[in-house]
C-alpha cells in the first residue's frame, strides 16, 4: 500500500507540473509571457519553483482525499473548487483591484490559467488515490446544531472582523514595512495603525465589502473542507489552513513578470500567516455550538466531535 500510495504521489507530481505548464502557456497572452525573464538561471528557478509547488500541492490535496467522508464526483468537485477558489479566484480578485499592472482585460487570463489543473489533478488525485468508487462514509465529524442567530453572528464576526482585521494589520505591519512593496502599490503608510485605516476607510470606503465578501468565500471554503472530513474538526481546519495559507501563496516561488522577487517574498511572508490564522478562526467556531443551548446542560455542544 505504501509503494501504490508514492507512485499515486509521484504520477500526481508528473501530472500537476505538465498541465501548470501548458495551461499557463495556453492561456496567458503572449505579451506577459514575453515579459519573463529568459536567462538560464530564471528559467532553473522557476522549473525548481514548478516542481516544489506540485509537490507540495499533491501531498496536501492527497491528505484531503484520503481523509475525505465523499467519493467520486463529489469529492472532485469539492477539491477543485476548493483548489482554484484558493489558488487563483481569491487571489485574482485582490490582484485586479490592487495591482497597478493588473487590467481587468488581464484578469480573465489570469483567471483561466489554472483551470486546466483544478479540473484534471483533483479528479486523477481520487481515482490513483483509491476514492472513486465505494460508498460515502459517516463523518467522525458531526455538524453542530446551532440556532439561525449563532449562525448568523459567527459568520458576521468571521467576515466584517476577523478576516479585515488579519488582511489589514499583516498588510500594515508586515507587507508595507517594506519600501519598495509600498512603491509598487503607491500606498502611503500611515503614522500608526488606526490613522492610516481611518484615512483607507475616507479614500476608499468600497474596499471594506469587497474584502467581507472575500471573507464570505474563505468561510465557505473552509466549511467545505471541514464539514467532509472523516476525522476530528480539527483534521478539516488544518487542510483549510494549508490551503489557505500554502496552495494559494507557493505560487509566490514562482518569478512573475507582474511583480518583483521582493514584493512576491513580502506577500509570502504577509499572507502564509493571516490565512491560516483566518483557517483557524472558522475551525474555532464553526465545529462546535457555542453559549447555552435550549433543552441542553450549559457547556454542552451538540454534535460537536466524535
Known sequence: MTARLVLAVLALVVVYVVVFTVGTSAMVPASLQAMMPTDADTQTRSALAVLVMALVDTLIVAGVVRTSR???ARLWALVALVFWGSKTFSSQLEAWVFMPNVTAGLVPALMAMTVPLAVVFPGLAVVLLGRWRGPEERPA???????ATQWAWKSALLCVVVYP??????????AFSNEEVRAFYGGVMGPDFLTHMRGMAASTPWLFPFEWARAALWVAMAVALIWSTRGNGWLGGLWAALFFGIIQNDVHAIPNPLMSPTVQFFHFLETVPSNMLNALAITALMTRAHGRQEGLPAGHAPGAGS
Open 70 to 72: 465523499l467519493r467520486g
Open 165 to 174: 482585521l488579519l488582511f489589514f494589520v499583516f498588510g500594515y505591519y508586515v
Open 141 to 147: 465529524f458531526r455538524v453542530p446544531s446551532m440556532p
